[in-house]
C-alpha cells in the first residue's frame, strides 16, 4: 500500500452515463498525476496538478474528460457521455516536489471502469 | 484480480535463480527512468529509478543498468522469489519535459517453483 487511494475500485457504467473518479495522494504530496492503462499497455499519462494548478493535459484528454483538485489535495476526474471506448483502468499516482527536478511517482491500486 | 497484460512478452525463470529484464526507451533526450512492477488488480509499484548521469544502480535485490548509446535499460533481480511475479514497466521522463513519465509495454515475469 503507497498510500494512495481511489475510489471506486471498480466501475460499470452504461454508455453515455457520466462516472465521477476520486484520488487522495499520499497527504504531503502537492503534485497529483492521472493515466489511463488498457490490457496489455503501460500506463498512458492524463494529465498533473501541482497543488490546485492543472499544468499539463495529454491530447488523450479528450473535452469528455475533466479532472479538477479544488484545495490541492484529493482529486476528482470526470468522464462525460462515457464510450465503451474509455473502458480502461484509471490510475492515480502522488509525487512530492524535491531538490531534485524529476520525482518518482506513487500509484494507487486504480478504478477499473467497464462501458457498456 | 483481472490480469495485467494478456499478451506481454513473458520471462519465465526458475526460483533462486536471477531475472534479467530489458527495455529499450524510446527517447534519448529522457534523463530519469523508473521500474516499476505490477501484479494483477493493482497499481504499479516503485522498484528503483536511475538517473541519466549514470550507469548502475543497485538495491536490494535489484540493480538497474543503463546504457544511453543504445537507448537500453535492464533490471536484474537476484534470487528470484514467487512474489517476483508480476508485469515490470520501465518508465523514462525528460527533464524540462513536465511531470510525464512514458511507460514501456511490460515483460510479464513468472516465476516457476
Known amino acids: 500500500d503507497t498510500g494512495v487511494s481511489q475510489n471506486p475500485r471498480h466501475k460499470i457504467t452504461k454508455r453515455g452515463q457520466n462516472v465521477t473518479f476520486r484520488c487522495d495522494p499520499i497527504s504531503e504530496h502537492n503534485r497529483l498525476y492521472w493515466y489511463r492503462q488498457t490490457l496489455g499497455q503501460g500506463p498512458e499519462f492524463l494529465t498533473y496538478f501541482q497543488n490546485e494548478a492543472q499544468l499539463e493535459k495529454s491530447r488523450l484528454l479528450s473535452d469528455r474528460f475533466s479532472a479538477e483538485r479544488p484545495k490541492g489535495s484529493f482529486s476528482t476526474l470526470e468522464i462525460q457521455r462515457t464510450e465503451q471506448g474509455d473502458s480502461a483502468m484509471y490510475l492515480c499516482?502522488?509525487?512530492?516536489?524535491?531538490?531534485?527536478?524529476?520525482?518518482?511517482?506513487?500509484f494507487g491500486p486504480g478504478t477499473r471502469l467497464l462501458v457498456l | 484480480g483481472e490480469s495485467v497484460g494478456l499478451h506481454l512478452p513473458t520471462l519465465s525463470v526458475q526460483e533462486g535463480d536471477n531475472s534479467i529484464i530489458n527495455c529499450a526507451y524510446s527517447n534519448s533526450a529522457s534523463d530519469y527512468f523508473i521500474w516499476y512492477k505490477q501484479e494483477s488488480g493493482k497499481g504499479p509499484q516503485f522498484i528503483i529509478d536511475i538517473r541519466s548521469n549514470m550507469d548502475k544502480r543497485q538495491g536490494q535485490r535489484v540493480t538497474v543498468l543503463l546504457n544511453k548509446t543504445v537507448k537500453h535499460l535492464s533490471l536484474q533481480i537476484a534470487a528470484t522469489q514467487p512474489g517476483d511475479s508480476a508485469v515490470y514497466f520501465c518508465a523514462e521522463n525528460m527533464n524540462n519535459y513536465g511531470q510525464n513519465f512514458v511507460f514501456g509495454p511490460g515483460t510479464r515475469l513468472s516465476v516457476l517453483p
Open positions: 499516482a502522488s509525487s512530492r516536489t524535491g531538490t531534485a527536478s524529476q520525482e518518482t511517482q506513487y
